[in-house]
């Protein structure tokens, strides 16, 4: 699917939205690496060094040129940028042309140490991706102790005091003159400094009903004045990142204002931050991708008829997180289960549609369970063959289904042992039926008759 996005003789160019600093790649090593990966954080670099060569913007070159310098795959590279797109460092542009298309990638400068550890959203994810220990230590590095000026006078000159205006007439070129000209800022031109990163942006959530939350605000307690953009910035990455419904985060902004009489960002962050550690204890939210990658979804475009390609669509367009409230019958998962998941999404690197179908499969034939060691050896299977679609994993689970169920089976753990012949007979996901029950309805001699026909269509082609 990817190939329909991007093709390697598409040409690209590389510009910065402003100055890139070398602390910055301190930043981006320190803070940015653990959240994207080395791999998009190695497509950064790259496209960094590509632009240092002519200042702020590269030469035109082809996606081809880039994929021989990384030593990397077009679909790769696809989506690794997509990583860096949604954390806030890059800006992709693109214009159509007759023969191919011209992609703009424009780098954006990473946050400062002060607002990423003040962002309510990255450095959660990065606390817990590095835990306690480590993240104290990068958080320490980056801090500075306080200028105290206690006891100090403040001497310092104004603009005034120092400088003095000169006679107008000194100062305003002549009319139609040369200077005149070079005092204005040329077109199409713009002047080389620091641009601010605008950071994590959040495209308005369709889960988060802020009109149901708004309803059961009380006008008593909150005045609704006081829920500026900004406030509903803010809320609205809240609920993202610690999954809060509607209803609760009414009345976690209702306690918050009863409390401190005030609604700003970093209140509702403390408030919130108290709220989920009474909830759910120490650990914090996980980073992981919310759904399959587009470019591996097969009916992203396409609409589904049997009721195979139904269920594929629902492992493409759900994240693991909605399936396990799924078969948990809408109740919300544990936390051992979603941090077994968010390991088999990061360590094998398995997409989430794939996990979905893991998730599904195992959950079904093991008793509603996630068996720790159980997921990650199928997990780790399913890394080994290359997994990458909802559809190949659900071939997948279908062909080596007595084998799985083998190595549940088996008291020795990690060493499956010799097949016996039986297999355990557990409940089954509907989709690991065979194909011809879930599409049509055909007696067994046209299907018999079928498979006759296309062993002939074989035997024919062989020769």
Do not use: C
Not at 310 to 334: D, H, Q
């Amino acid at each position: 699917m990817h190939w329909k996005e991007l093709l390697p003789v598409d040409r690209l160019q590389v510009r910065s939205r402003g100055l890139l600093h070398e602390y910055d790649r301190k930043v981006l090593t320190m803070l940015y690496q653990p959240l994207v990966g080395a791999v998009a954080y190695s497509l950064y670099m790259t496209m960094w060094s590509i632009m240092e060569e002519r200042s702020l913007s590269s030469e035109t070159s082809t996606h081809h040129q880039l994929m021989n310098m990384m030593q990397m795959g077009l679909k790769q590279i696809y989506e690794e940028r997509k990583k860096l797109e949604g954390i806030g460092l890059l800006n992709t542009y693109v214009k159509k042309e007759e023969d191919n298309k011209v992609f703009l990638y424009e780098l954006q400068s990473p946050l400062t140490p002060e607002r990423f550890f003040n962002d309510g959203v990255l450095n959660v994810y990065l606390y817990n991706r590095l835990g306690k220990t480590k993240f104290h230590s990068i958080k320490s590095y980056f801090e500075i102790p306080s200028v105290n000026v206690d006891g100090f006078e403040a001497v310092t000159s104004s603009f005034n005091e120092v400088f003095t205006s000169l006679h107008p007439s000194e100062m305003v070129p002549e009319r139609n003159s040369e200077t005149e000209d070079i005092l204005q800022q040329t077109d199409n031109k713009s002047y080389i400094g620091r641009n601010e990163s605008k950071g994590v942006e959040f495209t308005q959530r369709t889960d988060f009903d802020f009109d149901l939350m708004l309803q059961d605000l009380s006008d008593f307690i909150v005045p609704k004045q006081l829920l500026t953009q900004s406030v509903k910035e803010t809320i609205l990455k809240l609920a993202f990142v610690y999954k809060i419904e509607p209803l609760e985060m009414s009345r976690i902004v209702q306690q918050a204002y009863i409390h401190h009489e005030v609604i700003d960002g970093e209140m509702l962050r403390k408030e919130v931050s108290k709220w989920y550690t009474f909830e759910h204890g120490k650990e914090l939210p996980s980073l992981s991708y919310r759904k399959q990658p587009v470019t591996l979804q097969e009916f992203h475009q396409k609409v589904p008829v049997t009721e195979e390609e139904k269920t594929i669509k629902a492992f493409e367009i759900l994240s693991p997180y909605e399936v396990l409230e799924k078969v948990s019958g809408g109740g919300r998962p544990a936390s051992a289960d979603l941090k077994l998941v968010e390991g088999i999404l990061f360590e094998q690197k398995l997409n989430p549609g794939v996990v979905n179908v893991l998730i599904d499969y195992v959950m079904t034939t093991n008793d509603m369970k996630l068996v720790k060691s159980y997921v990650e050896k199928i997990a780790s299977h399913w890394a080994r063959k290359k997994v990458s679609t909802v559809k190949e994993a659900i071939a997948l689970a279908r062909s080596e289904h007595k084998k799985y169920q083998e190595w549940h089976s088996s008291k020795d753990k990690g060493k499956p042992r010799k097949s016996t012949g039986s297999v355990r007979q557990d409940k089954l996901p509907k989709w690991m039926n065979n194909k011809k029950d879930q599409t049509e309805k055909i007696s067994e001699d046209e299907w018999n008759a079928k498979q006759k026909q296309l062993e002939a269509m074989l035997s024919k082609y062989k020769k």
